[in-house]
């Protein structure tokens, strides 16, 4: 079994009008931080926030009337679950899905509210997906699998055709693997359509599937942890994707998590658009290894958009903690009325907010009749933060960023 260049046409043709035709735009400022020529392709702008509603509904449209009635289930941390959800809804078919126990609560919100029923069970897409094969066979449902299905893979593979006809002088597609449904798509797309295009896969550090795979190694022993791209964390590629991508992959890059997060904080902060943490890896490569990608044409899809609130203020504040722009600055002087007001004054003259104040006398390491603060303050940069320091120093009030 194989992917074909027709399946995905004939995807095409099946989905046009279904879903939105996202645009693919060159970003100037984070071509300029890159160094490489980037092209965004923006599919968090579908309906449901991710390009998953592409495959899903290729599949849910071949199905036969008798599989519709039966209904279908699927496994999926999020977005596969919120596509299927939504399309299975307008096409009047049942739906139950399960997730994974630290699914982000957005996305679990997301897909009830699209009318599934969502059973909540395992630690991993692994585990909930050995639950939901074992609920197909309780109750007789079609299983939709997320990734390894050729169905699946040729709706993702449109991604691809779209990308090219908007951008046909790409040189370079970093594609992000999970399972490997969305490279398999993409990489037989783009290939067929542009035989030297270059096709690199990105992957989580902590779930390294598709290059232990490649190595012999079985990543589902060593891969695990709680990386921000929950979207891709899987530790079993599958078989029939790996099959179909390994011919046409040149090389796959592994990604720590600081770069995930810069990548999410810099769509939101450049392009003004929400991504999650798996929907920028494609960001994250050109971070993580700008010299593979300087002076050449890269293409990059977000994937999705579907992050939690929280974690998202999250990722932007640790950004400004790295960019020093929100520093903790540590002051010891004499316990008497007036220091922190004069401290004060002076971050105040200096152009910074003060954010937070915590005030210890009990500290064994500061004299008995001295005082320690910690000030958290946020400034516009690196520079202006040294500024300050420079300036409460010359006050007679060296601080210590802490």
């Known amino acids: ?25 060159r970003s100037r400022t984070l071509s300029e931080i890159t160094g490489a020529d980037v092209w965004v392709k923006f599919e968090n702008l579908q309906f449901t926030a991710a390009y998953k509603e592409r495959g899903a509904l290729n599949k849910l449209l071949q199905l036969t ?14 977005n596969h679950s919120q596509g299927l959800a939504y399309h299975a809804a307008r096409l009047g078919i049942p739906v139950t899905i399960v997730m994974p126990r630290a699914t982000p609560f957005v996305k679990v919100q997301q897909t009830r509210a699209h009318g599934a029923e969502v059973v909540i069970d395992g630690d991993g897409y692994d585990e909930a997906s050995a639950f939901a094969m074992k609920l197909r066979e309780e109750r007789d449902l079609v299983f939709v699998h997320p990734f390894n299905d050729l169905d699946v893979m040729a709706g993702q593979g449109t991604v691809a055709l779209e990308m090219l006809e908007d951008a046909p002088d790409l040189e370079i597609l970093p594609i992000p693997i999970g399972g490997g449904g969305l490279i398999a798509g993409m990489a037989t797309a783009a290939r067929h359509v542009k035989p030297d295009i270059k096709i690199v896969g990105v992957e989580p550090a902590m779930y390294p599937s598709f290059t232990a795979k490649m190595r012999g190694v079985n990543a589902g022993v060593s891969g695990g942890g709680a990386t921000i791209a929950e979207g891709i964390a899987v530790k079993q590629v599958g078989d029939l994707s790996y099959a179909v991508v390994r011919p046409l992959v040149d090389e796959v890059l592994l990604i720590e998590e600081p770069f995930f997060e810069r990548a999410v904080a810099l769509y939101c902060n450049v392009e003004k658009t929400v991504t999650e943490g798996a929907g920028a890896a494609s960001l994250a490569a050109l ?3 700008p010299e593979r990608f300087r002076g050449k044409r890269c ?91 420079d300036a409460l120093r010359e006050a007679g009030y060296p601080p210590r960023a802490v």
Do not use: W
């Not at 009337?65 to 999926?76: F, Q």
């Not at 950004?319 to 105040?348: C, N």
């Open 1 to 25: 079994m194989t992917l074909a260049f027709d399946d995905i046409l004939a995807a095409r043709d099946r989905l046009q009008g279904h879903i939105e035709r996202t645009p693919c735009r």
């Open 65 to 78: 009337e008798a599989e519709k009635k039966r209904g279908v289930i699927a496994a999926s941390a999020g």
């Open 287 to 289: 971070l993580a290894y």
């Open 299 to 389: 293409g990059l899809v977000i994937t999705g958009g579907n992050i939690d609130t929280r974690l998202l203020a999250s990722v932007l504040t640790r950004e400004l903690v790295r960019e020093q722009r929100i520093v903790s600055l540590r002051i010891i002087g004499d316990d008497r009325p007036g220091l922190l007001a004069t401290v004060s004054a002076i971050i105040g003259r200096m152009g910074a907010n003060i954010i937070e104040v915590a005030h210890n006398r009990l500290a064994l390491d500061v004299p008995a009749k001295g005082a320690e603060f910690d000030i958290l303050i946020e400034t516009r940069d690196a520079q202006h933060t040294q500024e300050i320091m």
